[in-house]
């Protein structure tokens, strides 16, 4: 978390939305993300590119209370935060998303690009 040049908050909530969904980086960035859900029901963080989030939202799908504890991914209980520090080490456009059963599929996803 030292190394971390900025600090993006995130806030998740019930209308199935990341405020701040579209966030450009530059390449070599070390970033911390401090995770708030502001909502009732459980909500999760998790970054990779387009096809890992698709593979793993089928995951979830299949094992609903599936156990996370990769540094890609956070999981964050109702009126909690979690922090995710991770440097981008190389360019392209990334996604992150919650793949709680129907929270992905109603929009809870957002955009990374890294320059």
Same mark, same amino acid.
């Given at each position: 978390?030292?190394?971390? !040049?900025? /600090?993006?908050?995130l806030?998740?909530? %019930?209308? =199935?939305?990341?405020?701040?969904?579209?966030? /450009?980086?530059?390449?070599?960035?070390?970033? @911390? &993300?401090?995770?708030? *859900?502001? #909502?009732?029901?459980?909500?999760? &963080?998790? $970054?990779? /590119?387009?096809?890992?989030?698709?593979?793993? +939202?089928?995951? =979830?799908?299949?094992?609903?209370?599936?156990?996370? %504890?990769?540094?890609? =991914?956070?999981?964050?209980?109702?009126? !909690?935060? !979690? /922090?995710?520090?991770?440097? &981008? *080490?190389?360019?392209?456009?990334?996604? &992150? +998303?919650?793949?709680?059963? #129907?929270?992905?599929? +109603?929009?809870? @996803? #957002?955009? $990374?690009v890294?320059?």
């Amino acid at each position: 978390a030292s190394a971390a !040049q900025r /600090t993006i908050t995130l806030r998740l909530s %019930d209308d =199935m939305r990341f405020r701040h969904d579209r966030i /450009t980086l530059r390449e070599g960035e070390t970033v @911390k &993300f401090v995770i708030r *859900n502001s #909502g009732r029901v459980m909500h999760e &963080f998790v $970054l990779g /590119t387009q096809a890992e989030i698709d593979a793993h +939202a089928v995951r =979830m799908k299949q094992r609903p209370d599936m156990a996370h %504890d990769s540094p890609y =991914m956070a999981h964050v209980a109702p009126g !909690q935060r !979690q /922090t995710l520090v991770w440097t &981008f *080490n190389r360019s392209g456009e990334f996604v &992150f +998303a919650c793949l709680l059963p #129907g929270h992905y599929e +109603a929009g809870m @996803k #957002g955009t $990374l690009v890294v320059k």
